[in-house]
């Protein structure tokens, strides 16, 4: 029987976490459910593709706060005017729980929040870092349904926040995985960021904002192609911090091989990514990145690329069909061997591996199936 959800983004459509929270959305929509879906904007127009998802966003001010306090207020008014029978909301921030909670209280609607991430160990020490850490220890235990995908954060959300075990549902990481399998290369991409039919890519996805890892990366990827003629690196992401890292690969020459895709469209990214012939993905062994599950990762893998690597966060779980590298000096002389190694059985069987265990249709029938037999 189709239900009324409302899906609160605390962030923008440009963020990981919005693509995993849009991709549920997508897939809530295709079962045939009544969608709303609330979030910030950096896009004047939002996302393009809605289809029959009930769409609504707030254009950003470029004041972090007032924004937040702006889609605290309409989340809540747009929500009671939609009365969900259930609110799900991203992340444990005042725009998505306030208005959850407050419309939990007058439509007794049941309330999910999704904690994908320890968002305060990206802040440095301060006001602001102590205030995102209220918020999380603050919101969680009034939801009646806790949701996250990793299981060392898992661990840390029932210890640190007195949330039982009963209360939280492990909801993995998917993708659109039929879309990458499917992709093919998308030649006017290929034009526009000025990539040659016989470049060897190399892409790295990721955002170039306040988590960024690029500052690590870059010198790493300098080193490679300096031993490298033929190769170019693709960096897809956007971020406070991009015209920073163009200014200095401007400075080390390097301007016309190290490509700044910019954002791009999700619904792009298949064929984007089959421009390249090997993705990379490093996190910093920090708590923090040991709490995430990479969707790059995920994605790469369905797109056919070759992986590189290092073991952080849940990476582990692609042991046999990605090469880890311990540490960032290791990533060059991988990367190499990578790109002459054309192990297409390793490829096709990294692809099955996620088409049959990360689909985004099974992570989400799972998921409907545990809320209604909760509700009962």
Not at 219 to 231: E, G, H, K, W
Not at 260 to 275: C, E, N, R
């Given at each position: 029987?189709?239900?009324?959800?409302?899906?609160?983004?605390?962030?923008?459509?440009?963020?990981?976490?919005?693509?995993?929270?849009?991709?549920?959305?997508?897939?809530?929509?295709?079962?045939?459910?009544?969608?709303?879906?609330?979030?910030?904007?950096?896009?004047?127009?939002?996302?393009?593709?809605?289809?029959?998802?009930?769409?609504?966003?707030?254009?950003?001010?470029?004041?972090?706060?007032?924004?937040?306090?702006?889609?605290?207020?309409?989340?809540?008014?747009?929500?009671?005017?939609?009365?969900?029978?259930?609110?799900?909301?991203?992340?444990?921030?005042?725009?998505?729980?306030?208005?959850?909670?407050?419309?939990?209280?007058?439509?007794?609607?049941?309330?999910?929040?999704?904690?994908?991430?320890?968002?305060?160990?990206?802040?440095?020490?301060?006001?602001?870092?102590?205030?995102?850490?209220?918020?999380?220890?603050?919101?969680?235990?009034?939801?009646?349904?806790?949701?996250?995908?990793?299981?060392?954060?898992?661990?840390?959300?029932?210890?640190?926040?007195?949330?039982?075990?009963?209360?939280?549902?492990?909801?993995?990481?998917?993708?659109?995985?039929?879309?990458?399998?499917?992709?093919?290369?998308?030649?006017?991409?290929?034009?526009?960021?000025?990539?040659?039919?016989?470049?060897?890519?190399?892409?790295?996805?990721?955002?170039?904002?306040?988590?960024?890892?690029?500052?690590?990366?870059?010198?790493?990827?300098?080193?490679?192609?300096?031993?490298?003629?033929?190769?170019?690196i693709l960096v897809i992401g956007d971020g406070v911090?991009?015209?920073?890292?163009?200014?200095?690969?401007?400075?080390?020459?390097?301007?016309?091989?190290?490509?700044?895709?910019?954002?791009?469209?999700?619904?792009?990214?298949?064929?984007?990514?089959?421009?390249?012939?090997?993705?990379?993905?490093?996190?910093?062994?920090?708590?923090?990145?040991?709490?995430?599950?990479?969707?790059?990762?995920?994605?790469?893998?369905?797109?056919?690329?070759?992986?590189?690597?290092?073991?952080?966060?849940?990476?582990?779980?692609?042991?046999?069909?990605?090469?880890?590298?311990?540490?960032?000096?290791?990533?060059?002389?991988?990367?190499?061997?990578?790109?002459?190694?054309?192990?297409?059985?390793?490829?096709?069987?990294?692809?099955?591996?996620?088409?049959?265990?990360?689909?985004?249709?099974?992570?989400?029938?799972?998921?409907?199936?545990?809320?209604?037999?909760?509700?009962?």
């Amino acid at each position: 029987m189709p239900v009324k959800i409302l899906m609160l983004n605390a962030l923008t459509e440009q963020s990981g976490s919005g693509v995993r929270f849009w991709s549920i959305a997508r897939e809530l929509s295709h079962e045939g459910h009544s969608l709303c879906f609330l979030e910030r904007s950096i896009a004047k127009n939002g996302r393009l593709e809605k289809g029959r998802i009930r769409y609504l966003s707030t254009v950003e001010t470029g004041f972090l706060w007032l924004d937040i306090l702006r889609a605290t207020w309409l989340n809540l008014l747009h929500g009671l005017a939609f009365r969900p029978e259930y609110v799900f909301a991203l992340k444990p921030m005042p725009n998505t729980c306030v208005p959850s909670l407050l419309i939990k209280k007058i439509c007794r609607s049941k309330v999910i929040v999704d904690i994908d991430d320890l968002d305060f160990e990206y802040y440095p020490k301060g006001f602001r870092r102590r205030l995102v850490r209220f918020f999380f220890k603050l919101f969680p235990r009034h939801f009646d349904v806790v949701t996250t995908h990793n299981r060392y954060l898992k661990d840390i959300i029932i210890d640190t926040l007195d949330i039982s075990p009963e209360k939280i549902y492990f909801l993995p990481q998917g993708v659109e995985s039929q879309r990458f399998l499917q992709a093919q290369q998308d030649h006017g991409y290929r034009e526009k960021l000025g990539i040659k039919a016989n470049d060897k890519v190399i892409v790295y996805c990721a955002s170039l904002g306040i988590t960024s890892e690029f500052q690590h990366v870059l010198p790493m990827l300098v080193d490679f192609l300096r031993s490298s003629d033929d190769a170019k690196i693709l960096v897809i992401g956007d971020g406070v911090q991009r015209q920073d890292f163009v200014n200095k690969v401007k400075a080390q020459g390097m301007q016309k091989r190290i490509i700044f895709a910019g954002y791009i469209p999700h619904s792009d990214m298949p064929g984007v990514l089959k421009l390249a012939k090997v993705g990379i993905n490093y996190m910093t062994p920090t708590k923090a990145n040991q709490c995430r599950a990479s969707i790059k990762v995920r994605e790469y893998l369905a797109a056919g690329l070759n992986v590189v690597c290092n073991p952080v966060g849940e990476a582990e779980i692609f042991t046999d069909y990605v090469t880890f590298c311990n540490t960032l000096e290791e990533f060059p002389e991988a990367i190499s061997k990578t790109l002459a190694v054309k192990d297409q059985d390793r490829v096709r069987a990294a692809q099955e591996f996620v088409r049959a265990e990360y689909s985004w249709p099974p992570i989400v029938k799972d998921l409907l199936a545990y809320l209604v037999g909760t509700a009962k």
